[in-house]
């Protein structure tokens, strides 16, 4: 398998070509982004902690029936993935409310949900991810109805096992943002499973390992990553 031309440049990944025209290389980057590119900065090894985070958790969804890009980890900073055309449709699931929820609902961040809650925002840099429902989805034309009914199943089906993955760590998965994509026909999970694109808080105390630290300006950063990373690695993929 060889590298060859870069296909898209993103905030966080770098995509190349392969000379297999199913597959794809992912990079991972230490740049991060807030507020729609708003706060720029980088994270030190982020890249390499993101990886490693997104290759564990995608085994463990294959190992338990969802299918996803992930082919294989080829370095600290890429992966092997499955060529996918990207469903423009960001789906976010939550447990607990945080972030725009909490503005939206005018609620405490922190309040657990009763039930998962899914949403979809369109996926555009220009617009800042507005938030869309299935209707704007069908007829725009991005996903069919069918499409979106197996996306939200995968996703609610991805939250629930994340929600236990988690718990064994003594981690809350409070809510993450996935990215589908179509590859041979078949709706796969696509993108990163790290957190950049979830909440992930300390079960005892409520302590935030995510993104969040670099959204607010809480320090640790690196430090976090690195925790949950180690967890991960400690619970493995089974
Ligand atoms: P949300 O609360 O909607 O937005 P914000 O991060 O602006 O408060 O985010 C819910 C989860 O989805 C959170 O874990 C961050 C993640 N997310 C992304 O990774 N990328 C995105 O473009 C969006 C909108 C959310």
Same mark, same amino acid.
């Given at each position: 398998m060889e590298k060859r031309e870069k296909l898209y440049e993103g905030k966080a990944k770098i995509l190349y070509a392969t000379d297999d025209p199913n597959l794809i290389i992912q990079y991972f980057k230490d740049d991060a982004t807030a507020f729609n590119a708003e706060k720029k900065g980088t994270i030190i090894n982020k890249g390499i902690m993101n990886n490693r985070t997104s290759e564990i958790i995608f085994n463990f969804l294959e190992n338990h029936g969802v299918p996803t890009h992930? $082919?294989?980890? @080829?370095?600290?900073?890429e992966m092997l993935c499955k060529k996918v055309q990207i469903i423009p449709v960001e789906v976010i699931t939550r447990n607990i409310v945080a972030g725009s929820l909490a503005k939206r609902l005018g609620s405490e961040e922190g309040v657990p949900l009763a039930k998962p809650v899914v949403e979809h925002c369109y996926k555009s840099d220009a617009l800042g991810d507005p938030f869309i429902n299935i209707y704007h989805i069908d007829a725009m034309g991005w996903a069919t109805r069918e499409q979106m009914a197996t996306i939200d199943e995968l996703s609610l089906k991805i939250n629930a096992l994340l929600v236990n993955y988690y718990r064994d760590i #003594?981690?809350? @998965? $409070?809510d993450m943002k996935l990215e589908f994509g179509v590859h041979k026909g078949q709706i796969i999970l696509a993108d990163e499973m790290c957190p950049d694109t979830s909440r992930l808080w300390?079960? /005892? /105390? #409520?302590?935030k390992m995510d993104k969040d630290r670099f959204r607010r300006d809480l320090g640790k950063i690196e430090e976090s990553y690195a925790e949950v990373v180690r967890r991960i690695e400690s619970r493995g993929n089974k």
């Open positions: 992930f $082919v294989k980890k @080829l370095n600290d900073r #003594n981690i809350k @998965l $409070v300390d079960a /005892t /105390t #409520n302590e």
